[in-house]
């Protein structure tokens, strides 16, 4: 979504006025304007269309992943998220199921026509791990391993790339540089929460970048208020307000039995609470389009 309206400085002023947004070449609105990025993933056109990704944390067994994905296919979700490879904090929490987790996501994909959104943590698997991803997925603590970039930049697969927990505006953008340098123009951005002062929620929701990305750059941006929060109650406002902030889209954690989940058990929405949430992020994103924007000029 393009974002438009008075209180937006106009993205080139703003891009002139970012000195820092030097390097930039291929991320960055270049002066005469380069439009939005856009591209197609299965029924979806990315940067254009409202996409909602849903799924487990991660892959635990055939039946859960099916059963999820049946889920947010019902509840509205347009893509299936979840991980075959983990990348834990401790070394003896649950990794993943690596292939295994792909063949059953690629079984769920079947099922449900849902085009697959899975991360990739080592240069060496993405070669395989494309031959069941329709977008790459780089976590927030790989975010700046660059020979995980270039690889994933050579590859003809979309890449969402998630805010690293420490990063800037500046090196997040870098990185998609990276990726954009390698010839893969296809890159989705996703703001995933900052480490701050603050404790009370997993992470601080940083949603003041959406509009500044859209101000900055030509690329789709989308939220994770899941790793965002780390908090059921917070994970429905937020998403929300990501919407109101002009995202493209949501990338939200759902687990047909939450308490039971491998890994971020906190955060994973029961199949009725996604299904409930998308229905307002829906409601919103139509009168937002329909009565806010309405009259606003047209996409360049
Ligand atoms: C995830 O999406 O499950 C994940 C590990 O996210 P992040 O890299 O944002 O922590
Ligand atoms: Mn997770």
Known sequence: ?????????????????????????????NDSGKKSTFFKVGNC??????????????????????????AVKKGGGNMLRGGAFKPRTSPYDFQGLGLKGLKILEKAKQKTGLPIVTEVIDPRDVSWVCEYADILQIG????????????VGKSNKPVLLKRGMYSTLREWLNCAEYILAEGNPNVILCERGIRTFETYTRNTLDL??????????????VVDPSH??????????????????????LILEVHINPKEALSDADQQLTPE????????????KKFMDETIYSETEPEE
């Open 208 to 221: 003041s970048i959406v509009p500044a990305i859209k101000e900055l750059t030509h690329l789709p941006v």
């Open 45 to 70: 056109e990315i940067g254009r269309d409202f996409i909602i990704v849903g799924g487990p944390c991660s892959v635990e067994s055939e039946e859960q992943t099916l059963l999820t994905a049946d």
């Open 273 to 284: 609470q996604f299904a409930s949430l998308t229905e307002k992020v829906f409601k919103l």
């Open 1 to 29: 979504m393009k974002l438009k309206g008075s209180f937006f400085l106009g993205k080139s002023a703003s891009a002139k006025g970012v000195n820092n947004m030097k390097n930039l070449k291929l991320v960055k609105f």
């Open 228 to 249: 965002g929060t780390g908090k059921l109650s917070l994970i429905e406002p937020m998403s929300l307000a990501a919407v109101a902030a002009g995202a493209d889209g």
């Open 140 to 151: 927030a603590r790989n975010m700046q391993n660059f020979s995980l970039l270039k690889e």
